[in-house]
């Protein structure tokens, strides 16, 4: 057979091939030989690998994540929201895993900018929270949390807005608010109440419950 000549195609974050050949959309192709050229849009790769990158740092395999934060760095280097929100997030929730609470806060002072954008999701203002219970510090912590509960709708679906009511309860009973801490303990336990009960961050908050009673 014959070659018919040079197809070109993009790919979009549905994953669907879109191909034209002469500056035309192809709909069928005749039978040949064709060369493929294939333009990579998917934004949906740097989404992928900020998560990812993220949740390793959360499990506390830093390098694994590291790697994945220097491709995002090498694959999208012009990425906004990658520059500027997701990879600040993920060193800062490194530094969080490891104990480094004020590196956290180092790393996530220049997101502030960002904090209400739709594409933080609420974790500058959680992490910065964990960084600052980590500090002893309850006053902090406790505005960090309930800068997530004030504003739900930034992210309605998002998992932190629970834990923040768990965070908060934290902040109340290291600042000595017993009956303001058990409040929030049971607001939590409400919000996760189909949750395994196997799963440790539940189980740890039982425990702290029941110290207050």
């Not at 740092?57 to 220097?70: D, F, I, N």
Request: aromatic share 8%; proline share 4%; glycine share 8%.
């Amino acid at each position: 057979m014959a070659t018919v000549g040079t197809l070109a195609g993009t790919v979009g974050s549905t994953g669907a091939l879109k191909l034209t050949y002469k500056g035309k959309a192809v709909a069928t192709l005749k039978p040949g030989k064709y060369t493929f050229v294939i333009n990579d849009q998917a934004s949906i790769h740097n989404f992928t690998l900020e998560r990812a990158s993220r949740t390793l740092a959360l499990c506390g395999r830093a390098e694994e994540s590291q790697r994945l934060v220097a491709e995002l760095a090498a694959r999208y280097p012009a990425a906004s929201l990658t520059t500027l929100i997701h990879r600040p997030v993920t060193a800062a929730a490194m530094a969080v895993q490891s104990g480094q609470a004020d590196r956290a806060v180092a790393q996530l002072d220049p997101v502030a900018a960002y904090d209400r954008a739709p594409a933080s999701e609420f974790w500058p203002s959680y992490l910065r929270g964990q960084a600052f219970l980590q500090k002893k510090d309850a006053h902090s912590a406790g505005a960090q949390f309930q800068s997530i509960l004030d504003h739900r709708g930034q992210a309605p679906t998002s998992p932190l807005y629970a834990l923040a009511h768990l965070g908060r309860a934290r902040a109340h009973a290291l600042a000595g608010q017993r009956d303001e801490a058990r409040g929030a303990y049971e607001r939590f336990f409400t919000l996760w109440q189909g949750a395994d009960p196997a799963l440790e961050s539940l189980r740890a908050a039982r425990r702290e419950y029941a110290q207050l009673q």
